[in-house]
Nanobody
Framework: QVQLVESGGGLVQPGGSLRLSCAASGIIFSNYAMGWYRQAPGKQRELVAAIPTAGMTNYADSVKGRFTISRDNAKNRVYLQMNSLKPEDTAVYYC?????????????????WGQGTQVTVSS
């Protein structure tokens, strides 16, 4: 069963940057599509970015041009580089995995949700 541990969150001023990291274990990482999701207080969890085993990535419209998802199969990690952060990016960020990319993009990946990492954008 996939185990996912997110890290790299914190408090940052508007316009700043953060790099989130997600370590995966219990799976053959290179066989899995990965996604970053976020949940703000009082809102539903939403897809932020997704990366397949090979091919093009997907981004939420709200983060296009500011966030970049990448993966390192040798390290079993997926990253989310977040630039030009805005207060509305404040949320708990989670990663998840599934062998089927459509499930990752669709917001219902098969992995268990971890504790996430808090990102707060505030002056």
């Amino acid at each position: 069963q996939v185990q996912l541990v997110e890290s790299g969150g914190g408090l940052v001023q508007p316009g700043g940057s953060l790099r989130l990291s997600c370590a995966a274990s219990g799976i053959i990482f290179s066989n899995y599509a990965m996604g970053w999701y976020r949940q703000a207080p009082g809102k539903q969890r939403e897809l932020v970015a997704a990366i397949p085993t090979a091919g093009m990535t997907n981004y939420a419209d709200s983060v296009k041009g500011r966030f970049t998802i990448s993966r390192d199969n040798a390290k079993n990690r997926v990253y989310l580089q977040m630039n030009s952060l805005k207060p509305e990016d404040t949320a708990v960020y989670y990663c998840n995995a599934d062998q089927f990319y459509r499930r990752v993009v669709g917001g219902n990946p098969g992995g268990s949700w971890g504790q996430g990492t808090q990102v707060t954008v505030s002056s």
